[in-house]
C-alpha cells in the first residue's frame, strides 16, 4: 500500500506540472492579436532558493481494541437474557438471570472479588456501600466497615432483586461488573440455556478506538526533529517510525476525516526545513518516452537533469543538487519536443 501511495502522490505531481506547462502554452498561443505575432524570445529567469518542509504520503487505518465486558460471578444456565444489543446498561439494571436469580449490573471504580457479610472491612466494602447509596439503599456512612446500617441495606438490596439470598450477605454472585460509567451493549455472548461459569462473558460493549496506525513510504520517513501528519483539515505531530499515533483526541479527529471505511491516505510533512531549488513549473519537461523530469538554462543547451521534491500548479521545487542558476522559462515554446534525453 506504501508504494502505491508513493506512486499515485509522484504521479499526481507530473500530471499537475504537465497541465500547468500546457495551459501556459496554450494560453501564449492564443493570446490578443497585438501580441500573438510578436517574435518568439527564450526566457531565462533565475532560480530561487527556498527552504522546504519535506512531504510523504502515508497510509492512516483505525486500531480499535475490544469493547467493556460483563462478566458473571454465578456458575449455571442462563434461563433469561434481559438485555438486548443497543440496550445501555447502568447501575442496578438486570443483565441476566442465571438459575433463575438475577444478575444485576454493578457500577463502580472497581471490581468485587470476593462475597461480603458484617464485619468485613476493606476497599470494596466501600464501594459496595456506594453503589447501594446510588440505587437508594441506605447503608450509612461509606467508610469500609461493613456495620448494621450496610447490613440493613444488603437486606433490602436482596430482597428488592429477588437475588435468592436470604439475609445480610452481598454474594458477589448477584452482581456483574460494568466499569464506572454506563455500558452500551453491543454484544450479548450466552444464548439462553447455555452454561456459563465465573469469570465468562455476559455482554460486551462497541470496540475503543485505540490508536491510528500509520505506514510510512518504503524504508521510513527520514530522520528528523518529527512530523507532522495531516488528513483533511486536521493535524497532529508524530514520530517516525513509531507506526501509529495514540493521543486520544488526534485518534478520534482523524477517525472522524477517514470515515466509515477506517483507512485512507493522509500527508507526513517534516518539522525540519530543507533548501530546494524553486522554479517556474513551465520549466519543468517531463520527457514523454521515459517520464523523466529535466530543465534547459540555455535553448542550445543539454538537458539538466532535476528531482522534484514537491510544488504546485505554478511552480515546482526541486532537489537542491541541480547545478543551475537560471533556467529557461518556456522550453515548449522555444523547442521542438524537448526530451531530457542527454545522448
Not at 500547468?20 to 498561443?29: K, T
Request: net charge negative; charged share 15%; glycine share 12%.
Amino acid at each position: 500500500m506504501n508504494g502505491r501511495f508513493a506512486g499515485v502522490a509522484v504521479g499526481i505531481l507530473v500530471l499537475a506540472l504537465g497541465c500547468a506547462v500546457g495551459l501556459w502554452w496554450a494560453e501564449l498561443r492564443t493570446s490578443s492579436p497585438l501580441t500573438s505575432d510578436l517574435p518568439e524570445a527564450a526566457l531565462i529567469v533565475p532560480v530561487e532558493e527556498v527552504d522546504l518542509a519535506p512531504q510523504f504520503a502515508v497510509g492512516l487505518a483505525v486500531e480499535r481494541s475490544p469493547g467493556d465486558e460483563a462478566r458473571v460471578s454465578a456458575t449455571g444456565t442462563v434461563t433469561r437474557l434481559d438485555v438486548q444489543p443497543g440496550s445501555v446498561l447502568d447501575a442496578g439494571d438486570v443483565v441476566a438471570h442465571v438459575n433463575d436469580e438475577p444478575v444485576v449490573a454493578y457500577l463502580g471504580d472497581g471490581p468485587l472479588w470476593r462475597d461480603l457479610s458484617p464485619g468485613d472491612e476493606g476497599p470494596d466494602v466501600a464501594r459496595v456501600q456506594a453503589y447501594l447509596e446510588a440505587l437508594g439503599f441506605d447503608a450509612g456512612t461509606v467508610d469500609g466497615t461493613f456495620g448494621s446500617a450496610t447490613a440493613a441495606a444488603v437486606t433490602a438490596f436482596n430482597r428488592a432483586y429477588a437475588t435468592g439470598v436470604s439475609g445480610d450477605t452481598f454474594e458477589l454472585s448477584s452482581v456483574a461488573w460494568i466499569g464506572n460509567a454506563p455500558l452500551t451493549v453491543s454484544e450479548v455472548v450466552p444464548t439462553v440455556g447455555a452454561a456459563v461459569g465465573a469469570g465468562e462473558t455476559l455482554v460486551r460493549g462497541p470496540a475503543h478506538l485505540a490508536s491510528i496506525l500509520v505506514s510510512e513510504p518504503p524504508g521510513g520517513l527520514p530522520g528528523g526533529d518529527g512530523y507532522r501528519v495531516r488528513v483533511g483539515d486536521f493535524e497532529t505531530s508524530y514520530a517516525p517510525g513509531s507506526g501509529a499515533i495514540r493521543d486520544a483526541e488526534a485518534v478520534a479527529r482523524i477517525a472522524e476525516e477517514l470515515g466509515t471505511s477506517g483507512e485512507g491516505a493522509g500527508t507526513a510533512e517534516s518539522t525540519t526545513t530543507r533548501p530546494a531549488v524553486r522554479v517556474s513549473a513551465s520549466s519543468v519537461v517531463v520527457d514523454p518516452t521515459t517520464g523523466k523530469t529535466c530543465v534547459y538554462d540555455a535553448v542550445d543547451g543539454p538537458p539538466i537533469p532535476v528531482t522534484i521534491l514537491g510544488g504546485t500548479t505554478m511552480h515546482a521545487d526541486l532537489d537542491p543538487g541541480v547545478s543551475v542558476t537560471t533556467v529557461l522559462s518556456n522550453p515548449l515554446q522555444m523547442m521542438d519536443r524537448p526530451t531530457c534525453d542527454s545522448s
